[in-house]
């Protein structure tokens, strides 16, 4: 019975009609397999694209604290040596840096998120070792390293900012008027601060080679 009823559907053409409905069935199920996966991956893009921006926002943010914070120190040093007092120092730190509680890191890329999630980390690091090299050592000096690590740290920040959103298809940040020279004036500042304590290092080279030049011949004379 079940072949006659094969051969009766060959004759009347169903079987080719069930063919092609079973092809066209298929053809209709990879296509909505696809077009499912182009809007989650879609979907996906516009998270990270957020999750990237949001980061790129408080990274960029914190550059322009910390700037602020260099011209803080360098301020409290001078106030400080004007009136005699350490008063003016108290607020000086190196900035910390957080994120907004809101960011979900999955949807970065894991190499970036890594980075970008170690930076708060170094940050707290650095301010730790800070304290611990300058707790008796002269305040005004301190103010010095608070300033020259402010603009290390605002320009790390710049650089993550820009890794990030370039990673994840965001436009390049756009500096207003008030931040249009600000990176490079940190970089500036940091090359002139290098080029400043490589001369001071090879100040102290050199006036130690000369103090050994001028020892070794009272040394021969104690010898003979």
């Known amino acids: 019975m079940e072949l006659q009823w094969i051969g009766y559907l060959k004759q009347s053409g169903w079987m080719d009609f069930l063919k092609i409905g079973g092809v066209a069935g298929l053809v209709s199920s990879a296509v909505s397999l696809v077009w499912s996966e182009v809007k989650e991956g879609r979907a996906h893009r516009r998270e990270a694209q957020h999750v990237a921006l949001t980061t790129a926002l408080s990274l960029e943010r914190y550059a322009r ?6 011209h803080r120190a360098d301020w409290a040093a001078h106030e400080a040596a004007r009136t005699q007092s350490y008063a003016p120092l108290k607020k000086v730190a190196l900035p910390e840096m957080t994120y907004p509680d809101s960011i979900d890191w999955k949807w970065l890329k894991h190499k970036v998120a890594s980075r970008l999630r170690e930076f708060p980390a170094s940050l707290h690091s650095t301010r730790q070792s800070l304290y611990a090299e300058w707790e008796y050592g002269d305040p005004i000096e301190f103010c010095a390293e ?3 690590e402010s603009a290390r740290a605002a320009i790390l920040a710049l650089d993550l900012s820009r890794l990030t959103r370039a990673t994840h298809g965001v436009a390049p940040w756009i500096p207003g008027a008030r931040d249009s020279d600000l990176e490079k ?8 601060r290098h080029a400043m304590r490589a001369k001071i290092r090879e100040s102290h080279r050199q006036l130690m080679a000369d103090l050994l030049a001028e020892k070794a011949p009272m040394d021969e004379g104690i010898g003979d």
Not at 185 to 192: N, Y
Request: glycine share 0%.
């Open 146 to 148: 608070i300033e020259f």
């Open 185 to 192: 004036e940190l970089r500036q500042f940091t090359e002139d």
């Open 65 to 70: 604290e910390a700037r602020l914070m260099m």
